[in-house]
């Protein structure tokens, strides 16, 4: 990597062993620039796009991260634009064939005395949000819910000033769907968990509609019927929305009484996402969240990486760095369970890769997955969790939460597994937002957030546009991960209440 | 049917073939309460449960509709009660062996001078209400469209107010989803359909993030440039904002413009549906609402009912009734297509059925197969539609349009197939409500629409709890929607704003 130029350069190369470079300038780079001594362009090359560093023959190995992301599909001369059609995607590594921890990193030293003020829980976790979380069995009750909610908001938030917020568990679940088809687990623990989530301060609120197929005594045995509202209990509409207004008002003066504390950064969960990559969230965003991610798992803290279609192509650069065994097959149990679940919808993998991926620069799933894997940073892998899987007190370090990669489904997941906070990276820019927990966003490129202005939290384009090492710009995460944490600075989404819908990840059939 | 009967019987029989009777008082039978001559209830009865009319052997048929809906699983005398667990599910009718247009009802006599007051388009649909829609290409857009609209409603509509409303298509897809599997048809195609609705007056506003999958050009080629905000195109959140008001200022003084007119009947499009369903269900409720349907097929109408999982074990009474060989044979498509789907996810037919079913006493799918087919009405089945394809103006009659059973999928399907209003029919009861187009709630029993003064538009249950015939409920149902057609009278769901989300049917694997 080029850091600290403090001439700009033209191109940059991740690797030593890399034969292709990126082009970093905003409007790309003109043909016969020069790239090295002896390598000039021989032809245009789009921003965060790949020059070839030699001159390729057909089948010659394309290396970028140290890793072949593909093959040529032609000759292609040294100075040439490596675009997506030059490419062959190369196969996806046989999960049966890989190593597990055949190389796992050695424990990085700890780094002490970093605190946050966090809402402290009787289960041991720690909030970051002090939030009334009202969950639905059904989608059915979402009308009601929706307009007791808005009178919540209106008429009592206001008179409790340390509540966040309420936020009404919608989603497209409960009814009308397989609940006992093998899949079905997925979606109710997503549910479930998403219900005991650490910012809702252990209260819990349940809204029923009373005939659906997920009842509140299968989704949450553990519920008092004394929070639990049946909507067919109820005699009309008006009485269904004074009852929830009225147990809202009893839940929301207990929260109101919650102070922060200080707790020691161990007790973070960080969660980590990339979406709308282009090329360079590989090589400025993604590699600074990197050393965040190391930086908290040295502080003792939970962080997750996600996205099994992102780091499908990379696996065989995980399973060497799993603690153990059994973590190793679990990682690969999850990557089975993926490619199976593509199969029967007559998908392959390169179903991942967005139109707005391959517009910057990523040719395939296999550079995408590298670079998304640059956000694990250098840990052991020492967990591994199965989609909405909750996080156990005492499983902390690098996590492998598996989910979708989809940005609103995969965070809805790590909701569920527990994470108070989420750092999202971005190349091409979106608007992303979640309402349970604060998102730090992140842009790969300064462009966008200069455009962006009131929409990304940190730059971590000046890797490249500046002279800011991808360390420093870590160091800066981390320390804005403290901040947001502790309620002291709102992230863009949480000033404007930019917020994503809950989305679950049904796998199973609809009826 | 026990109709007409000015003292109310304790259990109503359906057709002179069945050997079940259900129960009509809200608190049940007792034992010992004589039921005709030579029959007395020898155990209690819950309402809407059925009871034995004969000495049953293990493996007789039990026939309630004037159809099989399973064998007795051991001996039940007769008064026993018919409860789920004595009952064996039959086999599903064989889709190859069913026999197509072999019972084609004869055309009703056509029904003159029946108009509404509608909103007419210039593709020749026709409106029921006036609403702005925006379309969004993917879920990544909703929190800031979510602001914009809160603004628009706030601070445009005051301006307009002969516009009913504005409604933003939120949905879980658009990106993170596998868009080139087989089954993707069916979400772009739903979401595209709903963005063309009859209610928007032919007025189109897209917001794209500008890296989805789905982009504009794939989901609407048809929408012009200056129609389409992208996110990642405009300098920052307040820019985003501002367009989407801007744009959304101009189509609304297009839209506060128009006037309704007076159209025949036949320009009306109708869904039908049923959730929360009672043994009550295919009693009265379905039953009066399928002479509705007659009534409005007779005015040249186009009326849907849908729901494969509720029809699939009535089939066999349905392609009898299919115009040709094509539309019986496309039936038969989408029940093996529905079939297949759900043995890929693992899971049988049974599937469907919800507890609150068979608190309701319908014992299994078939039971409730034959009661939701009631809706139907008698009409021949002119049309089939696949999920959310769009009804042709000349497609009038009776359609099936295939859609799953869930209540909120179903209805974001048959708005996408073009319906301007619904009748909903429940028996158990649900507060569900559509923004898009108005829901007339018809109730399959009294108690519930007297529990539910606010939320039933029509008490149904009056069929047996009073001397209403099926053909006075029907015609006062179809007066109903004639006037809430016309903008003359609102429904429950509208006067409160009680509606439920936009839910796509996505079939295929989420990236």
Known sequence: MCNNKKDRPLFVKINNLDNVAIAVKPKGVEKGSTISENIKTIEFIPQSHKVALKDFKSG???????????????????GSWVSEDRVILPKAPALSELPIGTRVPKSLPPLDGYTFLGYRNSDGTVGTKNMLGIVTCVQCVEGVLNIAVEKIRNELLPKYPNVDGVMPINHNYGCGVAIDAPEAVVPIRILKNLALHPNFGGELLVVSLGCEKLPPERLLPEVGEENIIVFQDEPGFKPMVDRIVQKA?????????????????????????????????????????????????????????????????????????????????????????????????????DANTTPGNKKGGLVNIVEKSLGSIAKSGSSVISHVLSPGEKVKPDQKGLIFAATPASDFVCGTCQLASGITLQVFTTG??????????PVIKVSSRTDLSEKWKDLIDIDAGKIVSSDATIEEVGMEIFKLILEVASGKKKVWTDYYGIYNAICLFNPAPVT
């Open 60 to 78: 010659d190995e394309i290396i970028r991260y140290g890793a072949v992301i593909g093959y040529a599909k032609e000759d292609i001369p040294k």
């Open 428 to 437: 091409r820019g979106t608007t992303y937002g979640l309402e349970m927990a």
């Open 249 to 349: 008002d009893e839940i929301l003066k207990r929260l109101n009484k919650r102070k922060r504390e200080v707790c020691p950064a161990s007790d973070l969960v960080v969660g980590l996402q990339c979406g709308g990559s282009d090329a360079f969230s590989g090589v400025t965003a993604n590699p600074a969240v990197g050393y965040a991610a190391d930086l908290l798992v040295r502080a003792g803290a939970t962080v997750m990486f996600s996205e099994v279609t992102e780091v499908r192509d990379g696996i065989h650069l995980l399973t060497p760095r799993a603690i153990n065994e059994q973590v190793g097959e679990k990682l690969k149990k999850e990557m089975a369970w993926y490619d199976h679940y593509l199969e029967l919808g007559g998908v392959g993998r």
